[in-house]
């Protein structure tokens, strides 16, 4: 079975956020970047682990990026990926970047595309879907289970209110988030051996980008906190009705 897990990179949680050009473009100064979380911890460990159970998996990693991503998909290869390909491209239009991903999985003939369920900078929680309809397959979201008998996959999903349990035939796209698998860290022979793992650049194909960023925006930031007296239920209720304006 050959396996494609989709790697994004991102900025840490903790890197403090700002951006340049009359707010066009994010400030990567300082930042540290690492492997998108739930590509990550659940995707790709998933996919390690039907390696595991199946040691004639083959897992390859793709990214769409410019060079400096080398380093991260260098740390999913420590993990357990076989190979990498990264597309030499540099967008934030999530068809562009599906399309390049979808174009890959179409050359390496894949039984199946793990995704994250979204980006943590992003969330767009599109690219998944994306793949899947530019490859005509099945495409599951949310999946917090998959399990493999043969050809047909048995995966549990979350949906309003409650789970849903599908079963899909292979090939299919996958968008994976917590449940499915658990945070690993690289040991010592994972991370000597990725130095050597294949990693190939490759150049993207045509498509046309169908959205851009017009100007990112900041959050407000918090204002002070106001205390009551708890006899003064009245202070209390005007402060909500007139300054928070919840009532």
Known sequence: ?????????????TAKIAFTDN????????????????????????????????????IHLVTVGP????PIIRKALALGGDEAIRVNADSHDSFYIAAQIAEIAKQGAYDLVFTGKETIDYNGSSI???VAELLDQPYVSL??????????ATIDREIEGGEETCEVSLPVVVSCQKGMAEQRIPNMK?????RTKPLKAVEPVAVDALTSVASFELP?????????DPENVGELVRLLHEEAKVI
């Open 143 to 152: 999946a917090t289970k998959f399990e493999l008998n043969g050809t047909v």
């Open 23 to 58: 707010n066009t473009k994010f400030a990567q100064d300082g930042v540290q970047w690492i492997i998108n979380p739930y590509d990550e911890w659940y995707a790709l460990v998933r996919a390690i682990e039907l390696k595991e159970k199946d040691p004639s998996t083959v």
């Open 128 to 130: 998944g879907g994306m």
């Open 190 to 194: 994972g991370i000597m051996g990725a």
């Open 1 to 13: 079975m050959k396996i494609l897990v989709c790697i994004s990179k991102t900025p840490d949680t």
């Open 220 to 228: 407000p930031a918090k204002a002070g906190v106001k205390l009551v």
């Open 67 to 70: 060079a400096d991503a080398d």
